[in-house]
Structures are given as C-alpha cells and as structure tokens.
C-alpha cells in the first residue's frame, strides 16, 4: 500500500509570497496518476493539478505542480487570499486503489 | 455543466446501514470514460476512499472497508450507489461522491458532500 506523507502539517505565509508544499511517497510512483486538490472549508475538494503537472481547467497559472518518483510538490507563486485553504494530493495505483496524503494547511502568517 | 448530487438520510443508527445514492447530470454515467468514487472525511481529517464502480458494474473498494462495502450503479437513472453496513461512531463523516478520469485517476467533479452521522 502506497502512502502519501505531506509536508508541511500548516504553512504560515503572507499575500504575495511563494508556497511550496511537498508530497512524498513511500514508493516510486508515477507522476501521470498523481494529482493536486484545494480544499476550502465546508466545501468539495477542487481538482488543482493533475498528472503531476498539469493544470486543471480555469486554475491560475500561479499553481503549478512538478515532481516524479517519490517526491512532488505543489508550488503557489504569489499567494492570494483565496488560496488560503487546505491541499492535498491524490495518487492513482494499481488494484486499482487510490490514496490521498494527509493535507497541508496553508494559513495567513 | 456536469453536476453530482449525494442524497440519503443524515443520521444513521450503530450496527445498521449507511444507504447512499450519487446522482448525477449533466453527463452519461455510461461514459466508458470515467469511474464513480465514494470518498468520505471525518471532520478535521484526510480524505480517505471508499471504492469505486466501473459503468459495467465492477466494483474495487479500500481493503480497510471492504467487508461492509456495497457498491451499484443504476443507468437508466444515471445514479450510483453506496451502502456500508454495520456502521459505528467512527463511520461520522461528509460523504462525497466524485467522478474520476481514466486516463490520469484524478477527481475532476465531486458532489458538495453530505454529512452522515452516527448515533443512537
């Protein structure tokens, strides 16, 4: 069973500045089947990233997502005040099974 | 636009079944293209998956859940189903159903979640 250890647990950041958020994998995993979600609350997770690096439909392009193997990372470039809100990722694998890591909380510093 | 829709009763007795059904407009769910995905989150928690169901009727659910997990799909009505059996407290969460793509197995729609709790 694959796991996804995300890290940091909460980011404190500002308005304008870059966020970079890590999601690890226990295993080499591959990047078409691995996706990125912001969570707001009491709301549906949205559909952020998917296949490591691609963007979903009407998301800014101050998202972007890189990574392969065992370590990807979702970067916000310069922060709004909509993006405070939980993210995860998401890996598709076989079986088939799908995991989700454990949430990063980006929060206003 | 695609929409998805949970519906079922919002309070669930201890040792009973927690019924569910996903309806959804907007596309065919027998699009050979997508799966259907139950994903619940206990409040402050991850997100964690129940199972999916394929339009042909085949199932895969989270080993962790398997032995209480049914899942269906109804195309004439364009809906799809969850039940879970013998429910305790820790089975109090939002429910969401989510279509997922077959080509990356991203959730690219997902209901607004209902919440179901557990109690006597």
């Known amino acids: 069973e694959i796991v996804l250890t995300q890290s940091p647990g909460t980011l404190a950041s500002s308005l304008g500045e870059r966020a970079t958020l890590s999601c690890g994998a226990s295993e080499s995993v591959s990047s078409t089947y691995l996706a990125w979600y912001q969570q707001k609350p009491g709301q549906a997770p949205r559909l952020l990233i998917y296949g490591a690096s691609s963007r979903a439909t009407g998301i800014p392009d101050r998202f972007s997502g890189s990574g392969s193997g065992t370590e990807f990372t979702l970067t916000i470039r310069r922060l709004e005040p909509e993006d405070f809100a939980v993210y995860f990722c998401?890996?598709?694998?076989?079986?088939?099974?799908?995991?989700f890591g454990g949430g990063t909380r980006v929060e206003i510093k | 636009q695609v929409q998805l829709q949970e519906s079922g009763p919002g309070l669930v007795k201890p040792s009973q079944t927690l019924s569910l059904t996903c309806t959804v407009s907007?596309?065919?769910?027998?699009?050979?293209?997508?799966?259907w995905n139950w994903i619940r989150q206990p409040a402050g928690k991850p997100l964690e998956w129940i199972g999916l169901?394929?339009?042909?009727?085949?199932?895969y659910y989270n080993p962790s859940l398997k032995s209480r997990v049914t899942m269906s799909v109804d195309t004439s009505k364009n809906q799809f189903s969850l039940k879970l059996n013998s429910v305790t407290a820790t089975d109090t969460a939002v429910y969401y159903c989510?279509?997922?793509?077959?080509?990356?197995?991203?959730?690219?729609?997902w209901g607004q979640g209902t919440l179901v709790v557990v109690s006597s």
């Open positions: 998401q890996h598709y694998g076989g079986s088939p099974r799908v995991t």
């Open positions: 989510a279509r997922q793509s077959d080509i990356y197995g991203d959730f690219d729609y």
């Open positions: 169901i394929y339009t042909s009727g085949s199932t």
């Open positions: 907007g596309a065919s769910i027998r699009s050979g293209r997508y799966f």
